[in-house]
């Protein structure tokens, strides 16, 4: 009897183990899933008539953005009192202090090179000063054939087919992510008055769009506004604040340019106008365009984070007169996320983001443009803090947003899909963010043996497969 | 002289089946994470990850041992 039942027990044993056996095979195969789903994705067509991405089911597109606006309050801004330009910041600090600034800038400079501080070295330097760009302009290059120079009729679609082709398009110059809204009297606000050299942006009735030396001219029938990203390396920016850290940002403004610039001459080549950026973050205000146009939601960070790339983004916008299928904004729960995380806030050196639990209308500094429910960031204090403290671009409270991740772990999925429907876990989440080290700085000198892919971002990840 | 034979069959409660099957999916799901995590070059992840699915592992092979014959 004891032989019988021994005999038993091994079947049940083997049966066990070939389960697991074939449970561990199964495991194999599906760590990988992620990468092959996206090529799969990537290979396959448009699902929606306008290209528009099959998100999950926790991206809920919604009629109003998550950020409260009052449209009454909000005015077109003068981008020469932005901070990011040296005009605007002296303005805020005074000169003397942004020469202090600049000389303690340089002695950092200087000394990281000297003594070989990691991020700080001639190589990082050099990498960071390395990325030259093709330069923007408000109405492109000109230099593609119109469809009149070749003979033919322009271009003519549905806006969904024309939203389509865009988006396809711009995926092949390297935009992230694409989107759409129709301009109207209250988001036409979102455009600058003035850009940062000192031209006034105004809105005529001219067919054609145009420039002199005081003037934009922007064409009303140019009211179709294409808001688009450009993914930044979240490997790289883990080594912030330091300058190799920071170059994925500049690397980035880079490449859109080119991507710009391609968007311009495509859509002069199909026979119509597409205005942007004269220079870096020019022209209008495009991460709310991009929130507009559901890419994103406002943040802690006072920036536009995305569902699928966090806030490893740069976002950019462009006007056309091509009439596109438009997109709504989105609710994935990140704002209420911000609500409870205050991880950026924490991690920030100069205290510059705000730790208020729920974001407010009251403005900063003359840097933020009031009309909108937000986190108000002191922006002085940030770009006094790039130049005294770490000599370069900031970008740790990109780094430690718990929504920086990679999509290779299944972990991260469900933790957006449980934070978008269950907001009462996000201080659990935010624990478990900390407790397994995302966030943490990594080795600068440890970048140079890393075997990144093309800009060090996965190109792969795909925008969201519902 | 003939021998005598006992087959003896003893039926889990469903309950029991479905705590497997939830048991096994945890340490798909852990194990994935695991794996991927390394992929992301997240090595404290990766690590929490790994001894999650080992204590989970273990867990399991503790319990199936205890109620082997029960």
Known sequence: ?466 | MSEKYVIEIKKRAWYEWVLWAIWFLAEIFVLQNAIASGGELEPRAATLFWVIFFVLLVAGGVVWYLRRDK
């Open chain 1, 1 to 466: 009897m004891a032989e019988n039942k021994k005999k038993r027990l091994n079947r049940r044993e083997f049966l066990r183990i070939s389960g697991l056996g074939l449970g561990g095979a199964a495991l194999a195969t599906t760590a990988a899933a992620p990468a092959k789903s996206s090529q799969k994705f990537q290979g396959g067509k448009f699902s929606d008539p306008a290209g528009r991405p099959n998100r999950p089911w926790w991206v809920k597109t919604v009629d109003e953005p998550t950020t409260e606006v009052d449209w009454s309050k909000v005015a077109r801004y003068d981008e020469r009192f932005g901070t990011v330009r040296g005009p605007g910041f002296a303005g805020y600090v005074g000169e003397d202090e942004v020469d202090r600034l600049s000389a303690a800038a340089k002695e950092l400079t200087l000394k990281g090179m000297l003594e070989d501080i990691d991020g700080y070295t001639l190589k990082d330097q050099a990498l960071k000063s390395a990325h030259v760009g093709y330069g923007r302009s408000f109405m492109g290059p000109q230099r593609a054939d119109t469809p009149e120079e070749r003979g033919v009729p322009k271009w003519e679609g549905s806006p969904e087919e024309a939203a389509r082709i865009i988006r396809a398009a711009m995926r092949h110059f390297g935009a992230a992510t694409v989107g759409f809204v129709e301009m109207n009297e209250d988001n036409k606000k979102l455009t600058y008055a003035v850009d940062p050299d000192g031209k006034e942006l105004v809105f005529t009735d001219d067919e054609m769009a145009s420039e002199d030396d005081n003037y934009r001219y922007i064409p009303n029938k140019c009211k179709y506004v294409i808001a688009f990203t450009v993914q930044m390396s979240t490997e790289t920016m883990r080594r912030s604040p330091t300058p190799l850290g920071s170059q994925t940002t500049t690397l980035t403004y880079r490449r859109s340019e080119t991507i710009q610039a391609s968007l311009q001459e495509f859509l002069r080549g199909l026979g119509y106008q597409c205005l942007s950026s004269s220079s870096t973050n020019a022209m209008a205000i495009a991460p709310a365009w991009g929130v507009l146009a559901g890419l994103g939601e406002m943040s802690r960070l006072n920036r536009m984070i995305t569902p699928e790339f966090g806030p490893m983004v740069r976002a950019f916008v462009a006007y056309t007169d091509l009439p596109v299928a438009t997109d709504k904004p989105i609710d994935a729960g990140i704002m209420e996320f911000c609500k409870r995380c205050k991880k950026c806030a924490e991690a920030c050196p100069s205290e510059s983001l705000s730790f208020l639990d729920e974001p407010t209308w009251e403005t900063v500094g003359g840097w933020n443009n009031p009309g909108h429910k937000a986190y108000f960031e002191d922006a002085s204090t940030c770009r006094a803090y790039w130049r005294e403290g770490v000599a370069t671009n900031c970008g740790i409270c990109f780094a430690v947003c718990p929504f920086s991740k990679k999509d290779k772990a299944w972990i991260h999925e469900f933790i957006k899909a449980s934070s978008a429907t269950a907001p009462f876990l996000d201080g659990f989440f935010r624990s478990m963010d900390d407790a397994f080290g995302y966030g943490v700085q990594a080795s600068a000198e440890e970048w140079w043996n890393l075997d990144l892919p093309e800009y060090g971002i996965d190109s792969n990840q795909p925008v969201m497969e519902g």
